[in-house]
T-cell receptor, first 107, second 119 residues
Framework: GDSVTQMEGPVTLSEEAFLTINCTYT??????LFWYVQYPGEGLQLLLKATKADDKGSNKGFEATYRKETTSFHLEKGSVQVSDSAVYFCALGKFYFGSGTKLNVKP | DTEVTQTPKHLVMGMTNKKSLKCEQH?????MYWYKQKAKKPPELMFVYSYEKLSINESVPSRFSPECPNSSLLNLHLHALQPEDSALYLC??????????????????FGEGSRLTVL
């Protein structure tokens, strides 16, 4: 069946460091892939999405590329800020979420 | 600001109480969802309504009863809950319904959630 595997956290970085959060998936068909972000006490917000192979989603300096050959959708950001501290979820379609990765960015 | 509104934000109830969670969206979306999220866990799908009809029930206990009065509103009626039901309950909507087997392209729009504590 479909599933998403996401790297365990927490991830702790200093401000301006490079971020990678790994996400791999197993899917039948050709679903869209998403990254959602959840700040403390809030619901999930869409960060970026990609609807087909080789698509690159981007938003607020974050990027992820839908890689069919490696079944991956890794999240990257070149320079993180303290305000990026949150939990990040990789998702396959509407029903399959990764376990979440907590990001802590220190000043 | 989220376009999916959930009330109440916080709810404390006893195991014998009856309460309801409410969700509203005015984006014209035709699919609405309830998810349950425990601390440090991802959201777990509970129910999906497509065109105001229940299309998915993920084997949720009957003490949770969903209702979709119209295309903009979604309720979750709670009765005889257990302490382990304490969680953040998230409502979401999407433009187009879909089934897990069929995949989907549209994203979910989440509300901020209702934090439920069962004593």
């Amino acid at each position: 069946g479909d599933s998403v595997t996401q790297m365990e956290g927490p991830v702790t970085l200093s401000e301006e460091a490079f971020l990678t959060i790994n996400c791999t998936y197993t899917a039948t068909g050709y679903p869209s892939l998403f990254w959602y972000v959840q700040y403390p006490g809030e619901g999930l917000q869409l960060l970026l999405k990609a609807t087909k192979a080789d698509d690159k989603g981007s938003n607020k300096g974050f990027e992820a590329t839908y890689r069919k050959e490696t079944t991956s959708f890794h999240l990257e950001k070149g320079s993180v800020q303290v305000s990026d501290s949150a939990v990040y979820f990789c998702a396959l379609g509407k029903f399959y979420f990764g376990s979440g990765t907590k990001l802590n960015v220190k000043p | 600001d989220t376009e999916v509104t959930q009330t109440p934000k916080h709810l404390v109830m006893g195991m014998t109480n009856k309460k309801s969670l409410k969700c509203e969206q005015h984006m014209g979306h035709r699919a609405m969802y309830w998810y349950k999220q425990k601390a440090k866990k991802p959201p777990e799908l509970m129910f999906v309504y497509s065109y105001e009809k229940l299309s998915i029930n993920e084997s949720v206990p009957s003490r949770f009863s969903p209702e979709c009065p119209n295309s903009s509103l979604l309720n979750l009626h709670l009765h005889a809950l257990q302490p382990e039901d304490s969680a953040l309950y998230l409502c979401a909507s999407s433009q187009a319904p879909s089934l897990p087997e069929g995949g989907s392209t549209g994203e979910l729009f989440f509300g901020e959630g209702s934090r439920l504590t069962v004593l």
